[in-house]
Structures are given as C-alpha cells and as structure tokens.
C-alpha cells in the first residue's frame, strides 16, 4: 500500500514526464488514474488546462460488425496523413466476447511499432469509479498528450456505451447487413447520437438495402435539432477489412468536426460535458460526506437523523429540513 503523499508525488512526477513526451509516463499515469480516482482528481487541472485539442471519436455497434477493423483501418490512414492517435478500446471482462478482444489485440500489435499510436484498452469491470469516469479521465490524459485523434471503441450497444460517448465529439455508428443488428441498435438509441452512420462489411449481401431502411429512418428521426447544429448525418459504407472506404469516413469525420466548431456545437457541448461533470461530482461528494455525517449519529444531523430513525419525521421531510437548516447543513458540508 503506498500513502496517499508518496502516490501524489508520483503522479505529478509523472505528470511532468508525460507533458515531456514520454510515452511511459503516461501508460503508468492511465493506470494510476484508472484505479484511483484520488489521483485522477490530483492531475485534473494540470490536464484540463491542456486538453481541448484532440478530437475523440466513438465508434459503437454490435459486437462483430467490424468496428476494430474499421478502427484499424482509419488509424493507419491517419498515421499516413500525419496525424497522431491514441485508441481507447473498451475490453469486456465476459468470458463470452473475451476471444474478440485476443483478435484485436492481433491485428493492433502492428500499430503498437508505431510511436505516433498508443493503445490502451480499458475494462469495463474493476475501474474504480465507473467507466464512464475512467474513459473521461484517459481521454483529458490523451489530450493533454496532444494526440490528433482520441478513437474510443465502445463493446456493445447498451447504456454503458452510450454514457461512455457523452465524451466523443464525433460519433460513429458501425452497422453490418446480418440480421438482428439494427434493431437492437435502435432499441439502444444508437441511431439518436450517432453523427455518422457506416454500413460496414458492404460486400455481403443486403448492404445497399440496409443503408436505405438507415436513410429512411433518419428522414423520420427527431434527432434534427440546435444539439446537432445543422450536420445532416450521412449513411456511408465501408469493407474496412480491406480499407474500402475509408477515405470517404475520414472526411466525413473531419467535416463534422469543421461543422461542429464553425456553429459552435462543439464548444457547447464541451461546456455542457463540463457543466454535467461538474454536478456529477459535487454530488458524489455531498452524498459522501453526507453518510459520514449519517453514521456518526452525532450533531445536528445526527439529531434530525434519529428522528427519521424512530420514524418521527418521514425521509422527505427530513430531507427539506436538512437544507433548511444551516447549521446541519454545514455541519455535513465541511465534514472531510
Ligand atoms: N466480409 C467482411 N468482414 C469484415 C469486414 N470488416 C470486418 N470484418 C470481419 O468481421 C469480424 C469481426 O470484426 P471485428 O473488427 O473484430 O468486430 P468488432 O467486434 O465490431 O470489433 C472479423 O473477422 C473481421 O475480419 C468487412 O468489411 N467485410
Ligand atoms: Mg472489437
């Protein structure tokens, strides 16, 4: 077990090494931020005055419509076009996808020579915190990297993913014509936030036909809106095993960031991010020291407490008069 001063002093040694370039530092930082959100929270400021610069792209969709093959095929257009990439993927800890992952790691190992990728898989079960947390945090450590392009892979369609691309600022949808995928994505609300829809595996049959039932459903979508600014999203189509498309996915991405920044969506939806975490934390701590104050029984609180306890105030009224009252009320508040 390490004390809490010698695991702060590290961190910001880290810190200080990973502003520096070093690619080490900053696979050791991921780790300390993913299982403590005590450190997470030390490096916050130094990181979030230096994000802002990457662009995080989400892709999501059913298991083996191809989304790490399309992840890999975007990457090495990227890496030839200059730019640098970080790749978050999303590991599932279920025996049942576990052989997916051992593939992905396969066919990314190639990337893994190449020092303007780094590759960190996350997972979903053990992060301390949710991973909706510890997705953010490596994101702001990518950023602060100065990565180009943050790519997130999420494992599924569920509510996990769709919390985990609140902090993508272009999100892709991976679709393939076997059946069953669509409307499972669609009951997991996928076809709302996504801002580009790809019809993968397009050399198999019934992809033309997919994608006009996707165009069909986005005409009768309410998801036009100020949220996304005036992008109108498009249905494309890739066969990512063999880099077909690519190219065409890549401007899109790219046009939806320009389009984003130019109506000032995406400055809005980066305060709207920072606003929902803000609250998200604040709250998280309230409620701790909340139940400090709770089981301590002593105070104010402790007073009020008992009487929810013996049933002599109900939990609502209660509740009312604990912020009613200044005295138990600060009493939780500067407790640490
Ligand atoms: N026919 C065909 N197969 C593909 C295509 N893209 C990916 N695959 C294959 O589909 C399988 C699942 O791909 P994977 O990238 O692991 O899917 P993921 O679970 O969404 O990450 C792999 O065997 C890929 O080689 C494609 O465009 N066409
Ligand atoms: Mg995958």
Redesign the pocket.
Known sequence: MIGPDIQQAQSLELLQRMLDGDERALSKLITLVEYSPTVAAEIADHTSRRAGKSHRVGIT????????????ALTMLLRSAGHTVAIMAIDPTSPF?GG?VL??RV?MQQHYLDRGVFIRSIATRGASGGLSRSVRDIANLFDAFQKDFILI?T??VGQNEVDILEEADTTIV?L?PESGDTMQAMKAGLLEIADILVV?????PGAEALMMDLEGMLQMSSRQGEWHGDWEVPVLS?????G?GIAELLESIKQHRLAITESGVLNQIRQQRRQAHFIQLAVEEIRRRLQIGVSEMSGPLGLLFSKVLDGELSPYSAALSLLEDREALAAVLTRR
């Open positions: 969709g059913p298991p083996g419509a191809g989304k790490s093959t399309l992840v890999d996808t997916a593939g992905d066919r892979e494992v599924g991976v393939t993968n595996k397009r050399d198999r890739t066969q990512s095993d063999h077909v």
